[in-house]
């Protein structure tokens, strides 16, 4: 069974500050993404990263996906209140149909 | 565009009743289809996943079970609610094994 571990598991900050959430596996995923959900809705996909070694950026958020393509990471730049949410990773291979998530960080952003 | 619709949004039912949550796609032909479950605040447990009508691979086994009568729509059911069915229960969709995932809004299912 593959597992994808977040941390921290839940992260408070004060605004304009930087943060980073990890996002580790034993497993290698042909591709990676991660999506933030706001309370009571859907979550919505931020970013996919394909290639090891590959950094995307979303304005003040940079993505990383591992040399090894088993871990990822998400860096959040001078962070704002409405960053605030449940960021989660998932992990695609070729062997499953689904994606798997990992267990979220949840992260408050203090005005 | 493409959308996905999910309702109803929150549900509340007693042990032992039938349970029926509805999701439609619209937009896009032969999509990937998925259900899951979250627990409060937590990651998504895959319940069901269908690659077209008819075709439905369980994840999990449990009293739940899925449909998908049509190339757009997927049913999850229950014939009798368990109290440990309660949670948030998502639909997504999918054009590419792998790809990205747009999710519906949710149903919040208590089960009392």
């Known amino acids: 069974t593959q597992l994808l571990e977040q941390s921290p598991q839940f992260l408070s900050i004060q605004e304009g500050e930087n943060l980073t959430v990890y996002c580790n596996s034993s497993s290698v995923f042909s591709s990676l993404q991660w999506y933030r959900q706001e309370p009571g809705e859907g979550p919505v996909l931020l970013v996919t990263?394909?290639?090891?070694?590959e950094v995307k950026k979303l304005k003040r958020l940079t993505f990383q996906f591992g040399d090894a393509r088993k871990d990822s990471s998400l860096h959040i730049t001078a962070a704002q209140p409405g960053d605030t949410g449940l960021y989660l990773c998932?992990?695609?291979?070729?062997?499953?149909?689904?994606?798997?998530f990992g267990s979220g960080t949840r992260l408050q952003v203090q005005p | 565009s493409q959308t996905i619709h999910q309702w109803p949004a929150t549900l509340v039912q007693p042990v032992g009743s039938p349970l029926s949550l509805e999701c439609t796609v619209e937009g896009t032909s032969n999509p990937n289809l998925y259900w899951y479950r979250q627990a409060a605040g937590r990651g998504l447990q895959l319940l069901f996943y269908s690659v077209g009508i008819g075709q439905i691979s369980s994840e999990v086994p449990q009293n739940l079970s899925a449909s998908r009568p049509q190339d757009r729509q997927f049913i999850l059911s229950s014939k009798k609610l368990l109290l440990s069915d309660s949670g948030f229960y998502l639909c997504a969709w999918s054009v590419l094994k792998g790809g990205g995932y747009t999710f519906g809004s949710g149903t919040r299912l208590t089960v009392v």
């Open positions: 998932a992990g695609a291979d070729t062997g499953r149909r689904a994606l798997t």
């Open positions: 990263v394909v290639t090891g070694g």
